[in-house]
């Protein structure tokens, strides 16, 4: 990769046709006075591109633009140019002309798009801040045109010219789809992330070659057109996240050439029919999920030989799932979950399935053994009645997971850690006594005897043991001199009935929240806190890519992170390997059940690189039983967490 400086004034000097300093780190090389690139390019050059380096200053205009004028194709994307676009009206040879990804600011020049004297097939002008409306584009030669990612407003154009690719998505275009009934023969069009409104009109004529269609995130409504069923060559159709409503017809899960439909977040109801479906579909993505479909899954959706993606989450959706799902052999994807689906899964899913999910239903019956390497969070919350067995350990590899492996690696080297610094301080130990005996060796014999008697034993006050669980702390003998320290001191069977998290049966420290003491033990590790039982509260969450039961935060190991006014904070480890800092209230600092809800939902939707995010809490059914649920953010100097 190049980088360093360029100076454009070798482009004068080229006698290259074709040059290409793309993809490198490349800056321009301008005196301060100088604010206009590309002023002087050699006659010869027929092919420029100087896309994906660090370019700045803007482009030359007027009659300065003639230098332009034997280019062929000039891509200067994905750098840092800015300023407004010149009129390119000198430029009759150029064909492709690529700007995308820069700092371009102001109105399209309405010369690239009427074309009347350039010969202009492909505009890119994406990912810039161009503001305005655009007009209509008789271009008799713009076969491509993407304008995406853009500021743009006002209504469609009446007319696209011969443009056959036609990107004007992530603007702000508004009115009805009725400015397209004019447009000519379009086979790429993504209108998606404006604000169009109304139904989709029912054309035909000049969407017979229609290859793609995107119109998803709008805010289009009525029924699904039929007339997209006659479009016999349709391949991906994105009609999400819009306010259409009605039934989702036959055919259009018949098509012989559709290969993906998005339908998600629609208002799209009763049931589905796969009656029309045949054996040569080639549907591989479905995603009708978060509408309002009813009744049973079809039986006949093994029909789709091959599907890879099924999102069907968020219905209302019945009965069991049906066996013939077995057969997508090629299914990689499958979303069921947020239905009212009973029974028993399927035995045989798919050996390629990579994401698997179908909590929050009704489902029971044991969960196949080829299903257990799934996390929990899939079968979990809801279901009820469905029994997922704890994974086999043995030679097979099936029941070890990932963070499993992660966890016993992390074990062995925190006891090599310890034993490590265990001999440290033996050898340093050693070293400090061969020196005390050299120093007064020459003493005598007698006051000898008296040096070894004022040695004293390692105090009992404090225990070590080698555990994978680090050094364990036993607190016999231990004394604060903070005032109140009696009162500080919680009996375990307290501490454990509360809050889920317990000091060692051998430890006498107190951790409980209303003490705002801490206790600083220099060269232990770890404390051995275990958990309870059970938690007889109910556990909340705000966030639905985590799922666990209270009795698996009850049994999860912690360790204490800190105290504060308000309690104290623990370092939770789940089963599946999640860290979670859970923090113990105080006695009078949760408010009432609905008005601490009320809080900790608007907490949690606050999203900030330097807030830790709330992921639930936990109500006990007593006025001590409070806990809130964080991301854990590891330890490390200000250093790390300000510059990475």
């Given amino acids: 990769m190049l980088d360093g400086e360029l100076d454009l004034k ?8 074709y040059v290409d300093l793309s993809g490198n780190s490349l800056v321009c090389s301008m005196n301060k006075e100088e604010q206009k690139i590309l002023n002087v390019i050699s006659p010869s050059i027929r092919h420029l591109n100087l ?9 030359v205009g007027g009659d300065e633009a003639r230098v332009f004028g034997s280019l062929n194709v000039l891509d200067l994307s994905h750098n840092q140019l800015t300023g407004e676009l010149p009129g390119f009206n000198f430029a009759y040879d150029i064909q492709v002309l690529r700007l995308g990804s820069n700092s371009f600011s102001g109105f399209i020049p309405s010369n690239l798009l009427k074309g009347d004297s350039l010969v202009l097939k492909e505009l890119d002008l994406s990912s810039n801040n161009l503001t305005g409306s655009v007009g209509m584009i008789t271009s008799t030669t713009l076969h491509t045109l993407n304008l995406s990612s853009n500021m743009l407003s006002g209504e469609l154009p009446l007319l696209t010219g011969s443009c056959v690719v036609v990107d004007f998505s992530r603007n702000q275009f508004e009115g009805s789809l009725m400015r397209i009934l004019k447009w000519g023969d379009i086979q ?3 209108l998606s992330q404006n604000r169009l ?10 969407f017979l070659r229609l290859n793609y269609l995107n119109l998803s995130a709008n805010l289009l409504n009525g029924t699904l057109p039929t007339v997209l069923t006659e479009y016999r060559k349709l391949a991906n159709l994105d009609l999400s996240f819009n306010q259409l409503g009605g039934r989702l017809l036959p055919s259009f899960l018949a098509s012989s050439t559709l290969n993906q439909l998005h339908l998600q977040n629609n208002m799209l109801f009763q049931e589905i029919d796969l009656s029309l479906v045949s054996n040569n579909s080639v549907l591989r993505v479905i995603d009708l999920s978060n509408n309002r479909f009813t009744g049973d899954i079809p039986n006949n959706i093994g029909s789709l ?10 219905n209302n959706f019945s009965g069991s799932i049906p066996t013939s799902i077995d057969n997508i052999s090629t299914l990689t994807v499958l979303d069921l979950s947020r239905n009212s689906l009973t029974g028993a899964l399927p035995m045989n899913l798919s050996g390629s399935l990579q994401s698997f999910n179908v909590s929050f239903n009704s489902l029971s019956g044991v969960v196949p053994e080829n299903l257990r390497e799934f996390p929990r969070s899939s079968f979990h919350p809801g279901n009820s009645d469905l029994e997922l067995p704890n994974p086999i350990h043995g030679s097979s590899g099936h029941s070890l997971s990932g963070n499993h492996h992660l966890r016993s690696i992390i074990i062995v080297m925190i006891v090599v850690a310890c034993v490590s610094a265990l001999l440290l301080l033996i050898l340093l130990a050693v ?18 005897k008296d040096i070894s008697r004022q040695t004293s034993p390692i105090p009992s006050s404090f225990e070590g043991r080698d555990s994978s669980a680090g050094m364990m702390v036993s607190s016999h003998g231990l004394e604060t001199s903070r005032k ?3 009162t500080e001191v919680a009996s375990e069977g307290k501490m454990s009935a509360i809050t889920g998290f317990s000091p060692p049966k051998a430890s006498q420290l107190s951790w409980s929240p209303e003490s705002g003491d801490s206790y600083t033990m220099e060269g232990f590790s770890k404390l051995d806190v275990r958990s309870p039982e059970q938690l007889a509260g109910e556990l909340y969450f705000l966030d639905d890519t985590i799922s666990f039961t209270a009795e698996e935060l009850s049994k999860a190991p912690a360790e204490v992170l800190g105290r ?10 789940l089963e599946n390997g999640m860290f979670l800092t859970v923090k113990w209230l105080r006695d009078g600092v949760a408010k009432q059940k609905k008005e601490f809800a009320k809080e900790a939902k608007k907490f949690a939707n606050i999203r900030h690189p330097n807030v830790v995010g709330l992921r639930g809490y936990y109500w006990g059914p007593t006025q001590h039983e409070k806990l809130i649920l964080s991301d854990y953010v590891s330890p490390g100097s200000l250093a790390s967490f300000l510059y990475g």
């Avoid at 070798?10 to 046709?17: F, G, I």
């Avoid at 896309?51 to 482009?59: A, F, T, Y």
């Avoid at 030989?305 to 968020?314: D, E, F, I, N, T």
Wanted: hydrophobic fraction near 35%.
């Fill in 10 to 17: 070798l482009l004068l000097l080229a006698n290259a046709s």
């Fill in 484 to 486: 109140g320290a009696a």
């Fill in 51 to 59: 896309s994906h380096n660090r370019i700045e200053g803007s482009l």
């Fill in 197 to 206: 409104t109304g139904p989709i009109p029912e054309v035909t004529a000049q």
């Fill in 564 to 573: 504060s006014s308000h309690g104290t904070s623990y370092r939770a480890t």
């Fill in 305 to 314: 030989p091959q599907l890879q993606v099924l999102k069907l989450a968020g």
């Fill in 431 to 448: 070293i400090l006594i061969r020196c005390n005996c050299t120093s007064r060796s020459t003493r005598p014999l007698a006051n000898t």
């Fill in 188 to 190: 790429v069009l993504d």
